[in-house]
């Protein structure tokens, strides 16, 4: 991924992530490529990530930010969070994954405050290319086992609306220097409605 963040993936989080501010939860949080970016508007971090090798290298991310922070073992079905505890609700490059997208849309939906934000950047289907989104069908099987789970053809960006979310601002643009089957991305902000 390192290529990738150079050819803009990493403006992007920094386009992203930069301006939030109050209470943020982080879902899949990784290795912790999004903490530097964080703001000092945010006046609490929480970094979910339910596997213990990406959280040692998320937990000696995070001590380099000065952002109050707190490192959880926690996946996102469901969240271990109370209705209605954040501000905002990040997520990059995770959806793809998660054994069920439309659960996970309903617990950020459920542990954000009305009016919050959810922040999202993700790779989807590449459906306005036929003949990508075929290749992508068929790399599909293969790639879960080996990708920790990664969908190629799920349509996130559609979904998050779907979930009672009210799209504010999105963005479909390709992810330059990666493979070509996870290049077409979605990202934006979305909220909950008041």
């Not at 998660?98 to 922040?119: M, N, S």
Request: with cysteine; charged share 25%; glycine share 8%.
């Amino acid at each position: 991924m390192a290529k990738t963040e150079e050819a803009g993936l990493r403006q992007w989080r920094a386009d992203l992530l930069g301006d939030l501010s109050g209470e943020v939860l982080e879902i899949g949080a990784g290795t912790g490529l999004n903490v530097s970016h964080y703001g000092p508007g945010v006046t609490r971090l929480v970094l979910a990530e339910p596997d213990r090798f990406m959280r040692s290298k998320l937990v000696q991310r995070a001590q380099l930010t000065d952002v109050p922070h707190e490192v959880v073992d926690a996946g996102v079905d469901p969240l271990p969070f109370a209705d209605e505890s954040f501000d905002v609700v990040v997520s990059t490059l995770v959806l793809c994954s998660v054994p069920d997208e439309v659960a996970a849309l309903e617990e950020i939906h459920r542990v954000l405050r009305p009016g919050g934000r959810f922040v999202y950047l993700e790779h989807v289907a590449a459906i306005e290319n036929p003949k990508r989104h075929k290749w992508q069908g068929r790399i599909e099987p293969f790639w879960k086992r080996c990708a920790g789970n990664c969908h190629l053809t799920r349509t996130t960006d559609q979904a998050i609306p779907e979930a009672g979310f009210e799209l504010v601002e999105t963005r479909r643009e390709s992810m330059r220097q990666s493979p070509p089957w996870v290049r077409v991305t979605t990202r934006g902000v979305a909220t909950k409605p008041a």
